[in-house]
């Protein structure tokens, strides 16, 4: 695995961050924060009793009470980001996270070099696909085109009236629009749009290719739209479909390894029986759909960030 230890003196711009799973892990992992850190919070007016400006106050006895377990009004993004902050880096100093980037081995790229729930800090090219904005983008191409259609027609009636074409030329590439509608009408859309949403929902699906001249080397995942800082269209809008500017992800591998189909567990009661036998069919479509074959590797996205260095 890479030894290196990147963005230790970088900004942290995000673009994702699930503050969930962050303050579960971070109440976990870290013990205490610098000195400096805490005498400085001290000093601050009201410090007691206010999370954001205890940040991870950690002090032993006298009553005190550690707020790291105990949400509040106060909380901020920078306060989130601060801990994070601390969190990934002390992941990194503890050596508890892979770090893979453009010229990790890809002799060590095999089965055995990862594991169910395993951190890995992930720097390479970036795709973000919101399958519900493209269910819905869908299913405005039917109307779209209608109003083309009228709009095309009102044109070329225009262009006949004017002697520019002739009536058959009209008729001409007014047929090949009604094709175009043919085709998209066979298509199905409104089915296909349907069977996206109940398949993807509204998560979103983050790829995160470390080399992209080796893009079958991946990472795949699913990310929950609360968790992004910015709308999947004006993402879109700033940066593209995809990104290839080194920006950062954080994460954890789901690698539960090799399992077995689960079959029906039958207790006699036909009704719950049955119903048992649909729930794991409708399962095993909804695994089909978000399921990946090595060498792309599945992950729970924790933050995506693009490190600004200083």
């Excluded at 673009?15 to 400096?36: F, N, T």
């Excluded at 973000?128 to 095309?152: F, K, T």
């Excluded at 189909?261 to 048992?276: K, M, S, Y």
Aim: net charge negative.
């Amino acid at each position: 695995m890479s030894t290196m230890i990147p963005f230790k003196r970088a900004l942290r711009d995000f673009v994702y961050l699930d503050w969930e799973k962050v303050r579960s892990l971070a109440a976990q992992l870290l013990e205490g924060i610098p000195e400096d850190e805490k005498r400085e919070h001290r000093q601050e007016s009201g410090v007691k009793g206010r999370l954001e400006a205890s940040a991870l106050n950690l002090l032993k006895g006298g009553g005190e009470i550690d707020y790291r377990y105990f949400r509040s009004n106060n909380e901020t993004r920078s306060f989130h980001h601060h801990v994070y902050s601390l969190f990934e880096d002390d992941l990194i100093e503890k050596s508890i996270v892979t770090v893979i980037e453009k010229d990790f081995d890809a002799e060590r790229w095999i089965p055995e070099s990862f594991y169910d729930g395993q951190f890995i800090l992930v720097t390479g090219l970036l795709r973000i696909m919101d399958y519900g904005w493209v269910a819905s983008s869908m299913e405005s191409i039917p109307r779209m085109q209608r109003l083309s259609h009228n709009a095309e027609q009102h044109s070329l009636q225009e262009q006949v009236n004017k002697g520019v074409i002739s009536r058959q030329e009209m008729e001409a590439k007014l047929h090949k629009q009604r094709k175009t509608q043919g085709e998209i009408k066979a298509l199905k859309i409104d089915e296909l749009t349907e069977l996206a949403r109940r398949l993807y929902g509204d998560s979103i699906r983050i790829k995160v290719v470390p080399d992209k001249d080796e893009p079958w080397r991946m990472f795949v995942g699913t990310g929950q739209p609360a968790n992004f800082y910015d709308s999947a269209t004006s993402l879109g809008q700033k940066y593209g479909v995809e990104v290839d500017a080194d920006w950062v992800v954080l994460g954890q591998v789901n690698f539960p390894g090799n399992s077995r189909t689960p079959a029906p567990l039958p207790i006699g009661n036909q009704l719950e029986d049955a119903f048992e036998g649909m729930f794991l069919f409708a399962n095993s479509l909804v695994r089909m759909a978000g399921a990946v074959e090595f060498p792309v590797v599945s992950f729970t996205p924790i933050s995506i960030y693009r490190a600004v260095n200083y």
